[in-house]
């Protein structure tokens, strides 16, 4: 499927098998010698050396930077050893960074093609659940800063999407929930009728169903696409992606981003959302119990002993959402529908963080396995 925005459209390959058909695709609209692939260690043991072959199998000349696993790694320093890596490996303007894994490789991958000789092609090579659906597709690159999540990147579109959804079969169980989070997302906020297809179809997804997570990956990579075309750089409709993620950074940035997979994190932040959205008014109550429940089928990551409210609240402060000091949620007035609001009572989502905290209110009896 393709992704159209000003300036430039790109194409989403979702195909089981594309992983070993890489190079070739690549070779179709590229004609540059040198790519630079950046993984991880686990992924690059997984998948590293498949993604080579099939780059070299179509004449490219590949060098491998691999970085450490996890959100730490998203950083500045690790950003200027891979300019470094691509400096080394000869890459001109016209040679491909690859990013071969998930959220973290992608974001700061794409950071580094954005900035490295001011913009070289990006290829998006999503290996989890939640990259797949979500960070591989609409630009967002970033590198964390210690006072809070993506505060430090741009908006630079990939030249073209791999998604291959055979590569998830190697996911744990923690991981593939944690990739529900923005599947469900996409549902909450842009259509009931597949949130009631989840409703449904949620174990197959969690089973890995392959007909099933094809078609929940194509559905949210489909919708994400349209909202995107509309807000490339996010000025007002593509607010609404954020939803569940304005607590849920902050849970990571209050951790240290080492306690919290992403995914987890957006999960505790959609049932705060749901539930700030009913406590307003804007949702009845069995609506909101629907949507609660669906989420907890996933499962819910208990917080880590010593975490506070006050931490976590400092945390909203940095967010990159904020609005005149104040932290911006993404509410739901519907299934299907999504409003921003600047102007939540502060003792209200205090008061949530609290029972999150306290395993109490809507995060009562739900927990996730216990990390």
């Known amino acids: ?84 890596a691509a400096l080394d490996s000869g890459l001109d303007r016209f040679s491909p960074v690859v990013a071969l894994g998930g959220g973290v490789v992608g974001d700061l991958a794409g950071f580094v093609a954005a900035t490295y000789l001011r913009g070289v092609p990006l290829i998006s090579v999503p290996t989890t659940l939640l990259a797949q659906v979500d960070s591989s597709v609409g630009g967002k690159v970033a590198v964390n800063h210690p006072r809070g999540k993506n505060l430090i990147g741009t908006f630079y579109q990939p030249h073209l999407v791999a998604t291959d959804p ?23 906020i842009g259509d009931r009728h597949f949130f009631q297809w989840l409703e449904v179809h949620l174990d197959r997804i969690l089973q890995f169903d392959l007909e099933a997570v094809t078609r929940a990956v194509a559905f949210s990579v489909r919708f994400k696409g349209q909202v995107v075309e509309q807000d490339e750089r996010e000025s007002s409709y593509r607010r609404i992606l954020n939803f569940g993620h304005t607590l849920g950074h902050a849970l990571e940035a209050s951790t240290g981003y080492r306690y919290y997979l ?20 804007l949702i009845d109550h069995n609506t909101a119990r629907k949507v609660i429940k669906l989420i907890s089928r996933v499962g819910l990551c208990p917080p880590p002993p010593g975490l506070t409210g006050s931490q976590v609240w400092d945390r909203l402060k940095y967010d990159k959402k904020r609005c005149q000091d104040q932290p911006v949620f993404v509410l739901l007035p519907a299934i299907g529908s999504a409003v921003i609001n600047t102007a939540a009572d502060q003792e209200l989502v205090k008061g949530l963080i609290r029972e999150y905290l306290e395993g109490k209110g809507p995060f009562e009896g739900k927990p996730g396995k216990a990390r």
């Open 262 to 281: 992403h995914g987890e994190a957006v999960l505790i932040g959609s049932v705060a959302a749901v539930e700030l959205s009913r406590r307003l008014g």
């Open 1 to 84: 499927m393709a992704v159209r925005c000003a300036g430039h459209s790109y194409q989403v390959y979702i195909k089981s098998g594309i992983l070993d058909q890489l190079g070739a695709v690549m070779r179709d609209s590229l004609t540059a010698a040198r790519a630079l692939v950046i993984t991880d260690r686990q992924v690059d043991a997984l998948y590293g050396e498949r993604c080579r072959q099939s780059l070299t199998d179509r004449g490219w000349t590949v060098q491998t930077a691999v970085i450490r696993p996890g959100e730490s790694s998203k950083s500045l320093p690790t950003a200027a050893r891979l300019y470094e």
């Open 166 to 188: 055979e590569v998830l079969v190697t996911l744990s169980d923690r991981q593939r929930r944690a990739g529900l989070s923005e599947i469900i997302k996409c549902a909450l």
